[in-house]
């Protein structure tokens, strides 16, 4: 089953205001670096809208993130990382079937892809420590990073089951890229 590491919109801009940033971003740095060592696929996606500008300084990738030359870069313009981008296609040129996923944010554009990658037939694995978001206010109600976090965990976890396809976790340390 070829596997392939997708990181999602960790942009400066984007995580800026993060819980567990520097964590979350050292994290995924030595799980790229394990992928490529082990020779698995890395894509990288990128978010691009009215608020945060393709090629701004808030665009970038967070310091200590950065494509190797052969490594594709997805641009979206929605949370899916698939809606109206080449991401099919650059997992196609490489079979892969199953996609490993870190990033941000939890509950945008993580989850989107996710849901959307098991409908589509990929197998999804979440990384349980290297995705974040910031506390939000929804309604009047606070809803803390964490527990935004918990929940896409578990939705990758419990939720994700399409016919053919479904999701899981697993930590950055413990993942498996070579299945």
Same mark, same amino acid.
């Given at each position: 089953m070829p596997t392939a590491l997708a990181v999602i919109d960790l942009q400066r801009q984007v995580i800026a205001d993060a819980h567990d940033r520097g964590g979350v971003v050292a994290r995924t740095a030595a799980l790229v670096?394990? /992928?490529?060592?082990?020779? %698995?696929?890395?894509i990288w996606v990128?978010?691009?809208?009215?608020? #945060?500008?393709?090629?701004s &300084? *808030?665009?970038? #990738?967070?310091?200590? #993130?950065?494509?190797? /030359?052969?490594?594709?870069?997805v641009h979206?313009?929605?949370? &899916?990382?698939?809606?109206?981008? &080449? #991401?099919a296609d650059a997992l196609a040129k490489t079979d892969t079937d199953r996609l490993v996923i870190a990033g941000a944010a939890s509950e945008q554009c993580v989850r989107a892809t996710l849901h959307s990658a098991v409908i589509?037939?990929?197998? %999804?694995?979440? %990384?349980? &420590?290297?995705h974040t978001t910031q506390d939000l206010v929804f309604d009047g109600h606070d809803l803390p990073a964490t527990q935004l976090i918990d929940v896409i965990n578990a939705? /990758?976890?419990y939720g994700l089951v399409w016919p *053919? /396809?479904? *999701?899981?976790?697993?930590?950055?340390?413990t993942v498996d890229l070579t299945t």
């Open positions: 670096e394990r /992928a490529r060592t082990e020779q %698995v696929p890395v990128q978010h691009n809208a009215a608020h #945060l500008v393709r090629d &300084d *808030g665009w970038q #990738l967070a310091n200590g #993130l950065s494509p190797a /030359a052969d490594e594709p870069v979206k313009q929605y949370s &899916d990382a698939f809606a109206e981008t &080449d #991401l589509k037939g990929y197998d %999804v694995v979440l %990384v349980s &420590d290297a939705i /990758a976890q *053919g /396809a479904s *999701g899981s976790t697993a930590t950055a340390a």
